[in-house]
């Protein structure tokens, strides 16, 4: 790879939420400069206090070197403009699991970015292809979903959408395997790996709330007692956020006609009553600050 086409610059769109604050914390965190992007500046400056924690505790536990923290936070930038992501060399967007709001920000980064940028989409359930679409540069369009929380797990489903060039899908599993991460490669299909296991998954444990089987706690307790995960189904939906979790419904569920993966009513009552998990203050579980306590 010659200097002229290296990654250097990664521009985080959405980075005032979780999930990409945790992609621009994996950037920063291996010596990419991070310009952060988000519209709402409460939401950034939220996230990156959040970073700040979660670095000082990366030194606290000896993971992380004041050296390497100090250098992490000092290669972040935050912005409200998303001129700012111009000089990027590979922009991730991480924003609303809807295929309008993903195809309108990748018409405007076509507009901004050089036209040797790549752009990376963070859709969990959405085509790659149909993204890139909206881009007039598909060859240069790519799906990389991180897993939640990201600065934490190291999987990156990589795909490509069907025009993805194999010059932009090497630079991006380069990218990764760079920022200490695991790529799989998977197809453009809906859920890709993960949540086309995931989702219907935790739709199956909602159900089991919902029909009163058991408590949202002993529920999540018996999936990681028995099956080894370290977090429940109903704990992830809470952190991830309900709302977030029926958007997925939305989308998952039209293009594969699995019932399973149909939103829930729970669900959808709980996101009409403003129950979204850890960003409300409740949803299966409430929080108080960072603390969790039992079902709501």
């Known amino acids: 790879m010659n200097d ?25 965190r291996a010596g990419f400069r991070t310009i952060c992007f988000d519209t709402r500046p409460e939401a950034l400056e939220r996230a990156f206090q959040d970073t700040v924690a979660f670095f000082n505790k990366s030194v ?24 700012a992501l111009a000089e990027c060399d590979l922009v991730i ?34 085509s790659i292809t149909e993204i890139a679409a909206a881009s007039k540069r598909p060859e240069r369009v790519v799906g990389m979903h991180f897993c939640l929380p ?30 200490g ?12 790996i993960l949540n086309a296991l995931l989702v219907p998954f935790n739709n199956d444990a909602i159900r089991l709330v919902e029909a009163k089987v058991a408590e949202p706690a002993d529920i999540d307790l018996a999936i990681k007692s028995a099956l080894g995960y370290k977090m429940g189904p109903l704990e992830l939906i809470d952190l991830v956020g309900l709302d977030t979790q029926l958007r997925l419904c ?4 039209p293009i594969t006609l699995d019932p399973r993966a149909a939103a829930p009513p729970l ?12 960003k409300s203050g409740q949803g299966f579980y409430r929080y108080e600050g960072r603390a969790m306590f039992g079902s709501a």
Do not use: H
Not at 181 to 192: C, L, R, S, Y
Not at 267 to 278: I, K
């Open 267 to 278: 669900l959808r009552r709980m996101v009409a009553a403003g129950l979204l998990g850890r």
């Open 4 to 28: 002229q086409t290296a990654i250097r610059t990664v521009g985080v769109c959405g980075a005032g939420g979780t999930m990409g604050s945790g992609i621009a914390i994996v950037a920063a």
């Open 150 to 179: 990201a600065q934490l797990m190291k999987l990156i489903e990589i795909s490509p959408g069907l025009l993805t060039s194999e010059e932009t899908f090497r630079k991006v599993w380069a990218w990764a395997e760079t920022a």
């Open 93 to 126: 967007e991480a924003v609303f699991e809807d295929l309008a709001v993903k195809q309108a920000l990748f018409r405007e980064l076509d507009a901004i970015c050089s036209p040797l940028a790549i752009l990376a989409s963070n859709t969990s359930t959405l």
């Open 250 to 253: 939305e989308a998952f569920y």
């Open 60 to 83: 606290e536990r000896g993971k992380m070197s004041r050296e390497a923290r100090d250098a992490a936070l000092g290669a972040m930038s935050r912005t409200g403009e998303l001129g």
């Open 181 to 192: 991460q695991i790529p799989v490669k998977t197809q453009d299909k809906p859920g890709f």
